[in-house]
Each structure stands twice: as C-alpha cells, then as structure tokens.
C-alpha cells in the first residue's frame, strides 16, 4: 500500500478533507472522535481530489485505510452494531437491518450496494452514505453529519432528516429535510417537496404535481448546465419553488413539460418566489406545438405564462386528408384563463418565518467527504408520492411580504431564445384574484372536445399522428374494398359461362368441350371463394387491406341450342384492416347470367346485386386521449358485363380472343359512429364506373388414359377503367368541427387481369375445377383462388 494511505486514525478525517480540497483544520476536526494536533506532513501529501471529477475516489481512500474496518451485509439482519473503529458497513446481495444500524466510535460510512435496494430505517452514528445502486428509501431521524452521495446507478429517496450535505450524481428524490447544501451534479436529478439548506443545481431539477417542489432556506443557484424541468397542468396549477435567500437562474434552461389534458387559451402560473431574483433562464425548451410559454421576471418572482399561440393545426398535417379535417376544426373561441392561486405567493410567511434568518447571508457550502460526477437517469415509477397529490411549500417565506402578481409583471429579458411570435388569442391575461386561499381553477367550455383539447396540448410529433388518426381517412376506402370483395361473383359467373366454350354445345364439334361432360342440358355448380387485397394510396395511414371469403351456388340450363340461362345465389364476408380502422362486411348476392354460343362467336351477359351490412372501429389514441368509435352502415352494389369472345379452335387447343364491357355502381347511406368525441358523421356515397377489357384465353384440352379429361387455362387482359375512378367521402367530427372531404384509394385507370385455372373431368357429370385470379394496378391489387364443382344432368 502507498504511503498516502498509511495515516494514524486522528488524522484520516483530514486527509480526505485535504484530498478534497477543503484544507479547513476546524472543518477537519469535526470529522473525528477526538480533538487531535494538527496533521503531520504525510497527510499533506495526498493528491488534491476534485468532488466533480472523481467521485469514487474519496471513497476509495476511506475503504483502502488500514484503520478502516469493513463489514459487508449480505443477509437480513436485526441490529447493525460498528465498532469504536472507522467502519464502512456494506449491504448487498440483499443485506438489510430491522432494528437500529448504529457505527459506534469513529468515522463510520455505509454503501448502499444492492441493486434490488431496500429500505434504510433508525441509523445512528454514521458521518455518510453513498448510495452506489439500487432503489434505497432514507427514514433516518437525524443523522449523516457529513452527509449522504447519490452515484450513477443510485436511487435515494430521503423521507427522513439528514444532517449534513448531499450530493446529487444519481437520482434524489426528498421529503424529509436536508439540512446542509445539496449539488446536483450535470447527470444528477434532484426532486421533491422537502427543505434544504441551499441547492445548486448543474445538472436536473424536477418540479412537479408528483413529486412537489423544494423549499430552500439559503440560495437557489442554477448552472449554465443546470435544467428545470417544470411541469404546467390543464387546470392552471402549478407548484412554485420558495427560496429563502437569493434564486441565481444562471443563464439555465428551463424544460416545459406539459401534462395531456384540455389546456385553457391561456393560463399562469409563478415559477420561482425569492426573496432576491437574479439572472434570467438561458432558454425555453416547449415541445408543444400550439402552446407557448412567455416568462415574466421581477425582483422576487419569475412567472410564466402559457398560451395559445398562431401556429395553425394545418401546418402539421403530414397528408391531404389531415390537411383537410385540419382546416375544419372549430377551436373553442374562449375559454376563461387559469389564473395562479393567490394562496401560493407568501400565504405562508407566518408559520415559516421563524425558520431562517432571511437577513443573513445564504449559508456558504459545508465541506463533505463524499463525491459525484453525472448522468441524468430517468425517474424510477418506483418513487412517487403515495398521496398522488401535489405538496403545497410551506416552509418558505418570501420576505417582501407583499402578493406578488406574475401577470402585471414585463418580460424584461430580451433574449432571443423567449418565444416573439406567442399570440395570446384570448387577449389580454387577467390579473389573478387577490382573494386569499380561493385558488381559481381554468373553466371549461359548455360543450368542449376532449380530442380537440389533446390535439392542441400535444408535441409536434403527437400533433401529426393526432390529426392524421381524427381525420379518418380509411373511411374513404370502404367503397373500393367492398367493390373489390364483390368481382369474384362476377368472375364466377364468368367462369360457369366459359367452362361451356365450344362451337357447339352439345359438343359436336371438333373444338375442345371445356368440361361439358355429356348431352345433358342442365348444370349446378358451386365455387368456394377466397380473394384479398390492399388498398394502398401510398401514405400508410390510409392503406386498407382486405380478405374476403364465401360460396357462390349456380345452376343453368340450355333453352335451345344457341342460348343458356342461368341463376346465382351467394353470401361472402370481408375483413378490413388499416392502421386506424378494423372493419367487418357481410353480403348477400343474387344474379342472372345468358350466354349465347353460334359457332365460334360466344356472347356471355350477367348482372349481379349484392347488398352489404358494413360495421368498422377506428383506433385513436394520443397525448392522454384515447376513443374506439364504432360506426355501423347499410350498402349496396351492382355489377353488370357483356362479353364478346371468338374461339379460334385447332383440335384440342383453343385461343380465344375476348372484349368486355363492364359497369358497377356502389351506393352508401349516411352514417354516425357511436364513440366519444372523436366519433365522426359520416355522409352517404355513391360511385359509378364503366370499364373496358381486352384480353385472350387459351385452353388446352387433354385425354388421360382412365378417361378422365384434364383442361389447363390461362387469360390475360388489359382493364381500362372510364369516369372519375377517386374514391371521396364526406365527412365531420359530431362536436367541434365542420364537414370536410378525405379522399381514399383512387381505383386503378389501367390495371393488369390474370387468370389460371386447371379443371378435370372426373366423369360424364362430374367436373372438379381450381383456379386463380389477379388485378394488378398502381394504388391496388388483388388476388384470389377458387375452388369448383360442377354436374350436368
């Protein structure tokens, strides 16, 4: 071991004083047991340690002195006794005391070093503690002379009283009372509603309804580094940090940090109460898009108020759709001002004025043994007020004895980083009432929107998904899924039809019968139907996929031998899946198709009806917001085509090319979504097109040795689609908002059809048939099988 470390008991408690650099010899003493002559040269020779530096080092030196008597605590116990010797006691690995912890003579440290922490209850005796790791809770009565350290990885929250300084690397959290300075170092968190001597903060000071704020009976001096985070609520209240002496802002940043809620137009709320103000904050940090802060500073108070300001809802809009519910939001147009409580500005100066000399100075620094260094760890859900409530300073006086009003108060600070283009919409912001103890709460409107009043409370980012999610631009694609779950019944019908190409019927022909089986002149057939797609307008919020499956029953019947007749019944039910709408389609289908076959030319005519039961749910969830509104319509559709085909037939093969002509037509009525006050009126719809195809079918027609016939087919065709082919719905919030349009996936001009498809006769009357088809287009596809079973009698 080095010679710096070999130290007679006396003098240890100077030798870390030296090595700290608080050479004091008064100070020094009051580390030991015994008064003792001044130190001998040896102890000079320690380096000199920097508390900000290195912080583990101060502690090294105690733990590696040869007088220093280590006792590690890696079980429950009941009692913790030291001895007259310096003792470091130890708990980890789940040591923990019932009864009293109590160091004995000496200079006596525990090091909190569980990571599963625990609970620090009657100490007695010991000059400090450094909470290395693990949740720790403080409950002593009045003890750590010197004073406690709070590393990296600690989490300490003090609901006792400790008697000398702290130290702030890690988290601290206090209730109690610290009597001497506390440092929160530049990774350090200092919170709660307890007293300290005087607080400099280089690193984060939180304060807010949880967790209170501190009453300071010295200086509050705030870093260039130093951070104030200050939480502002829907209801105008605040807590107020009281300082007894001097509040040094330092050029520090302060943080708002707003609560989800329904924020008023405008409210106030007094930051800081001093008796002597200095400084001004370096700048405002405020995530909130369309609230702005504006400090108000003054000899004893820094006051804030927080307000609408210009920027428009629209200009976070991240689509069209956004854009346009956006524009059509009806903001309330006054809302009364949340004004400060007249309670909170020196209500308490009787009770707490004996408390401090007010007069005097701010207490200088103790010095302490202990060290930090930095490293903002978040706040543990573990460490709360179990009251939930905000705890109200009463400590603290502020000496002016005079109310102060934060609203009469100018900005004076001029700094370019303060907000300049905050407009107040309500006007001008009332003084607050000089009624004592009758705090006024912000007043609502008579029919306000909970979903307008998050929007307005939330961060840039929150706000564009917000209004993207409350536009409800999925609604828009309700037609085009349901017109694309309804195609497979017209392939189907199609799909009968062309089983029966040939140039005779009765297949006296030499070109190849596509399962025509035998003489007979009557058909059933049932088809299973599977088909899925995704409706995609490019920007994700509004893509819709969709998957459909059903069964389609038909039967036929030749009326001569040129024409055949035919009826379907059907029933399909379609799921829709967005990233803001879950849907759910029922449908019933009935159709007549006639097909007229004269030689090689074949002419194939249906008509379909559906009708639709729809019932969709949106998710809505943002900045505190939440809604799952329901809505529940009533739709139809028609399809209709004409098909003009011309068999070019070479024995068993068979080319086919084939013109279509088709028209659909969806109608919507109105609807309103049952929900909160996200839920939207939904206006009726209706939609018509015609379309055009072009295309060519082969076929192929092969005997199997067992008598069995095996027929592969494939088509391919070009689809053009006539007329306005975008997909517009209208559509408003039920409460605080006008009718605007949202526009979904806009059905393909031009898009690609395939189809594939193998079918066996297994007999005279029996046919087995699977088969596949596609539209392809730039905003949509779809893709589908079907499964078949056909007998002629």
Request: charged residues 20%; negative net charge.
């Amino acid at each position: 071991m080095s010679d710096q470390h070999k130290l007679r008991p006396q003098h240890l408690a100077l030798a870390i004083a030296l090595a700290l650099g608080c050479a004091e010899f008064s100070n020094a003493q009051e580390l030991s047991v015994n008064t003792e002559p001044p130190a001998p040269a040896d102890a000079k020779e320690l380096p000199r340690i920097e508390s900000k530096r290195d912080p583990i080092a101060v502690l090294q030196t105690f733990t590696n002195a040869e007088d220093t008597v280590t006792k590690v605590v890696d079980s429950p116990q009941n009692v913790i006794k030291g001895t007259d010797a310096n003792d470091l006691i130890i708990l980890r690995n789940g040591g923990s005391f019932k009864g009293r912890a109590d160091g004995g003579g000496g200079i006596n440290v525990i090091r909190l070093d569980d990571s599963d922490g625990g609970e620090l209850g009657d100490t007695r005796n010991f000059n400090g503690l450094y909470s290395s790791q693990g949740s720790w809770t403080l409950t002593s009565k009045g003890d750590f002379k010197e004073g406690v350290v709070v590393l990296n990885d600690g989490i300490l929250t003090n609901n006792g009283k400790i008697l000398g300084r702290a130290i702030a690397i890690g988290q601290l959290f206090n209730r109690g009372d610290i009597s001497g300075h506390v440092d929160v170092e530049e990774s350090g968190t200092f919170t709660g509603s307890g007293t300290v001597g005087s607080l400099g903060v280089n690193g984060l000071l939180n304060v807010d309804r949880m967790h209170g704020a501190p009453k300071i009976k010295g200086n509050l001096n705030l870093t260039e580094t130093g951070v104030l985070a200050y939480e502002v609520n829907p209801d105008g209240r605040g807590e107020t940090i009281k300082v007894g002496g001097t509040a040094s802002l330092g050029g520090s940043t302060l943080k708002i940090v707003a609560v989800p809620g329904e924020y008023p137009l405008s409210s106030q709320y007094t930051i800081i109460e001093a008796k002597k103000v200095e400084g001004e904050f370096g700048k405002v940090l405020n995530d909130l898009a369309f609230m702005t802060p504006t400090l108000q500073y003054n000899q004893k108070n820094v006051g804030l108020t927080y307000a609408r300001n210009e920027v428009p809802i629209e200009s976070l809009a991240t689509s069209n759709n956004g854009l346009e519910f956006a524009k059509n939001i009806t903001e309330p147009q006054h809302i009364p001002e949340a004004q400060v409580p007249s309670d909170s500005v020196n209500t308490d100066v009787a009770e707490v004025t004996p408390t401090f000399n007010t007069d005097a100075p701010a207490p200088a620094p103790e010095p302490i043994i202990f060290a930090d260094t930095s490293g903002a760890v978040p706040q543990p859900s573990t460490v709360a007020d179990a009251s939930g409530t905000a705890q109200q300073p009463s400590a603290v006086t502020d000496t002016s004895g005079t109310a102060q009003q934060p609203s009469a108060v100018t900005d004076t600070s001029g700094t370019a980083q303060q907000p300049s283009t905050v407009a107040d919409t309500s006007g001008a912001v009332p003084k607050p009432s000089t009624t004592a103890n009758t705090p006024a709460t912000a007043q609502k409107p008579s029919t306000p929107n909970a979903a307008i009043a998050a929007l307005l409370a939330s961060n840039k980012a929150t706000a564009a998904r917000a209004i993207e999610q409350l536009a409800g631009g999925s609604n828009a694609n309700l037609a085009n899924a349901t017109l694309s779950s309804v195609s497979p019944v017209s392939n189907s019908m199609l799909s009968a039809m062309r089983q029966l190409d040939s140039s005779d019927l009765n297949g006296k022909s030499g070109a190849p019968r596509l399962a025509a089986g035998s003489e007979a002149t009557g058909r059933v057939w049932l088809q299973a139907l599977g088909n899925g797609g995704t409706l995609d307008r490019g920007q994700g919020s509004s893509a819709l996929q969709h998957s459909t499956k059903g069964m389609v029953l038909g039967a036929d019947w030749a009326l001569d031998e040129q024409w055949r007749v035919g009826v379907i019944g059907g029933q399909s039910q379609t799921r829709m899946d967005g990233s803001q709408l879950d849907g759910d389609l029922d449908s019933w289908h009935l159709g007549a198709y006639a097909l007229r076959q004269s030689g090689p030319l074949a002419l194939r005519l249906g008509a379909t009806h559906s009708s639709h039961d729809g019932s969709t749910k949106r998710r809505i969830a943002f900045n505190g917001f939440s809604d799952r509104p329901k809505g529940s319509y009533d739709a139809t559709t028609q399809q209709a085509f004409a098909e003009l085909g011309y068999n070019l037939a070479s024995g068993d093969f068979s080319a086919e090319p084939f013109a279509n002509l088709g028209y659909q037509r969806y109608q919507r009525d109105s609807y309103t979504e049952k929900g909160g006050d996200a839920a939207l009126q939904v206006h009726g719809q209706t939609q018509n097109n015609f379309s055009s195809t072009f295309g060519l079918r082969l076929a192929q027609l092969n005997s199997l040795d067992n008598g069995m016939q095996l027929t592969p087919r494939f088509s391919a065709g070009w689809k053009h689609t006539y007329g306005d082919v975008d997909s517009r719905t209208h559509q408003r919030l039920v409460t605080g908002g006008r009718t605007y349009t949202v526009e979904g996936a806009a059905l393909d001009r031009d898009s690609l059809m395939l189809d594939a498809g193998l079918d066996l006769a297994v007999s005279a009357r029996h046919t087995l048939g699977v088969g596949y088809n596609a539209e392809v287009g730039n905003d949509s596809r779809s893709h589908g099988v079907m499964g078949q079973w056909r007998m002629a009698f």
